[in-house]
């Protein structure tokens, strides 16, 4: 055997890689910040935060509504604890916290998601020991997959997603093995809630009527009906304003928009199909044989035991159809629900190889399949922890830029992290309270805590087609509080608000990319004087090519 039978020693292999994931999960957990550096991130927070306003009906449906809620009972704690229970601080100090030292609320978030991403691989482990299996193989991919650690450092849904997915196919299997009606509720619940958690969930409910249907021990259809009706009730449950407020609902809002379909563009369903299938045979790591060993096991149930291959393999490729059919499909975290199902595959052909009689198969097999992703998440945590020019620029504005001049930057995500003037945040405090905005309260509680000093800011208006999303409603509803500043007549429309200073980002818009900006980069380019740039270097400097611009006076 190529890893050792007994048991002790098995156990301390296992205790290795699970202090060896840790320290993956929780190196370069603070990358970004206090800036802030992800684009969904920001959000997600804010949703949480506005939560604390006293309503639970959220003002954005991009997201289903469990992972902020979850967010927001975490803030709740937050502010006891450094409130000291409300007797030292109040609600408007903590407010004017969130505006100018947000990093507490991310970091908290971040860190539930490394969390959820270890108890989910719980799941995976038990569903291994079901057979009777030594080496859980399928929670060590998935323990170093590169996906999941890039999903774990970041204040977002995926990793709550994972945890319940993997709990859905820790539950099918269940189901399908024994056929109980315990497991048709539990399997249907953990969907429910993975859907609510991250809607690219959706797609594995098909693991419910698989397992019932191909299990030697079916049980009446109703159970079946039954677990459904579970499934529903979980998603409502988390994320009852998608049925309170479906009108709202961001899917049915932007499909009636014709401008959703528009925003799609050119799109090559080949393209993302070759997409799809890299990203899950390359699930653990570029060069991992996993994606070998995925093949090899579904070869062995096939033959063994057909009805398994059917359950593990069809939610997998029902999720390779759909991401292909769709001009967004590519992004590797939209298959992290079924990647379970690839992963115990593997499982299946990593076990065959270690059970070959030659002394060193299992330890290559590992090697081979753990390795690759083991690298590649080291790389992740070295690249979160280098320096970035984000920050490079702005100290560079800092330094040289007089306060209370006027900027004019791309996205938050894609720029230095700048200050507002109070009379600026004073003004958007009162534009939002007259559209009854939920970010009244915090442009208000940041301009009553306002530090001093600061910048006149405006965001480049981007339209849904230039953003890359099929949103339209969702990108008007983001920029509604920001001070956006439309560019597409060129550098007149700067010189109208008095703009002194341009920073454009190469994660922004750019001359090359935004078409409908085409004129505005041209005149930038030409009757404009670059003051500064900042390039990343590899290995060295994070971040995107950033260029500081000085208009002519």
Known sequence: MGLPKDGTRTGWWLAAALAA??????AGIRWGLPALFNGDEPHLVNLAVSFGGGSLR?????Y???WPYLLACAYAVYFLVWSVLGLRRGVADFVGLFGWHPEGFYLIGRLLAAGFSLAALYWLWRAEQDEERPVPWAALLLAFAPVVNEAAHSCKPDMLMFFFACAAWRFALRLFASGERRDCWLCGAMLGLAASSQFTAAPAALLLP????LGPRRGPARWLGEGVLCAGAAFFAASPYILLDWRNFWFWASMRSPEALAAMGEWSRWTVARQVGSNLAGFAGAWSAAGAAVLLGLAVLLRARPRRAALLGLPVLAYFLLLSSNPDGGWPRYLLAALPGGALLASEGLALCARWRAPWTGILAAALALGPGLAECALQDRDMRLPD???LSRSWVLEHVPQGATLILDQANASPDLAMTREELEELARRCEASGSPRARLFAGMARTHPGGGYRI?????SARDLGTFHPKQVELSQADAPMVDLRPGLSAARAVKAGWVVTSSFGAGPGRSAELT????ELSAQSRLEASFDPVPGE???PSLRIYRLAD
């Open 458 to 462: 405006y965001r480049i208006l981007r």
């Open 21 to 26: 994931v840790v320290l993956v999960r929780l």
């Open 58 to 62: 959220p003002y954005s449906f991009k």
């Open 519 to 522: 004129a505005f980069f041209a």
């Open 210 to 213: 698989l397992a019932w249907a």
């Open 64 to 66: 289903p509504t469990l």
């Open 541 to 543: 400097l994070a971040g």
């Open 389 to 391: 020019t984000r920050q």
